[in-house]
C-alpha cells in the first residue's frame, strides 16, 4: 500500500507563487509516472502535469509556462511550482502516482492513475 501526502497549499493573490509537496510512503518511481491533478468545485477532475521514468514531464496547455514539476527520488517527494497563479488554479490538487508503466497518452488521464493522496487546497484570488 502507498500513502501519498499532499502539502503547501493555501491562499495567494493572483500573480503570485505557491509550491506543493507530495511525500509518497515508498519508492513509487522505476517503471510509473507521478503527477498532479486538480478539481473545481462543479468541474471534472484535470490533469495539471505528470512525470515518468526518464524525467519526461507533461503539463496541461493552461499550466505550460507556469507551472514547474520535479522530483526528489531522494526523499520520495515530487513537487510543483506554481508561479504567476490565476483566479482560474483555484481548485483541490491531488497528487497521484502509479507504478505500473502507462501509455503516454494516458499520462494526464486520472483514471490511469490508481494511488491518490488527499488533496491540498489552492486558492487564487
Known amino acids: 500500500h502507498v500513502q501519498l501526502v499532499e502539502s503547501g497549499g493555501g491562499s495567494v493573490q493572483a500573480g503570485g507563487s505557491l509550491r506543493l509537496s507530495c511525500a509518497a510512503s515508498?519508492?513509487?518511481?522505476?517503471?510509473?509516472?507521478m503527477g498532479w491533478f486538480r478539481q473545481a468545485p462543479g468541474k471534472e477532475r484535470e490533469g495539471v502535469a505528470t512525470i515518468d521514468t526518464d524525467g519526461s514531464t507533461r503539463y496541461a496547455d493552461s499550466v505550460k509556462g507556469r507551472f514547474t514539476l520535479s522530483i526528489d527520488n531522494a526523499k520520495n517527494t515530487l513537487y510543483l511550482q506554481m508561479n504567476s497563479l490565476k483566479p482560474e488554479d483555484s481548485a483541490m490538487y491531488y497528487c497521484?502516482?502509479?507504478?505500473?508503466?502507462?501509455?503516454?497518452?494516458?499520462?494526464?488521464?486520472?483514471?490511469?492513475?490508481?494511488?491518490w493522496g488527499r488533496g491540498t487546497q489552492v486558492t487564487v484570488s
Open positions: 497521484a502516482a502509479e507504478p505500473d508503466p502507462m501509455p503516454p497518452a494516458a499520462r494526464l488521464m486520472d483514471l490511469a492513475y490508481n494511488y
Open positions: 515508498r519508492y513509487m518511481y522505476d517503471n510509473g509516472c
